[in-house]
Nanobody, 121 residues
Framework: QVQLVESGGGLVQAGGSLRLSCAAS????????MGWFRQAPGKEREFVAA????????YYTDSVKGRFTISRDNAKNTVYLQMNSLKPEETAVYYC??????????????WGQGTQVTVSS
């Protein structure tokens, strides 16, 4: 069982920045790939970014490339999402997720409770 707790959400003006954190429980954090998803009101949850277990490989949805950076600190069991140049349409609840080896991002193994990000215009 893995528990995920997100933090760092809030209200920011368009063009601003936020850094989300996701702290994970368990001693096997370094074996999991980690990802961030978001769900805007009335829309389906969508993939934002992911990072391999070692941190050596990262993936981003096209709309955030060059603006968002995912990173992890396995010593702290924490994954981060640095978000720059935020846009109002990126207002959403942001979720952290865990993918174990053999699973896919279409069905992550665990989810956090989410943190609200609101970008004002």
């Amino acid at each position: 069982q893995v528990q995920l707790v997100e933090s760092g959400g809030g209200l920011v003006q368009a063009g601003g920045s936020l850094r989300l954190s996701c702290a994970a429980s368990g001693r096997t954090f370094s074996t999991y790939a980690m990802g961030w998803f978001r769900q805007a009101p009335g829309k389906e949850r969508e993939f934002v970014a992911a990072i391999s277990s070692s941190g050596g490989v990262t993936y981003y949805t096209d709309s955030v490339k060059g603006r968002f950076t995912i990173s992890r600190d396995n010593a702290k069991n924490t994954v981060y999402l640095q978000m720059n140049s935020l846009k109002p349409e990126e207002t959403a609840v942001y979720y952290c997720a865990v993918r174990s080896p053999g699973s896919s991002w279409s069905h992550p193994d665990y989810w956090g409770q989410g943190t609200q990000v609101t970008v004002s215009s």
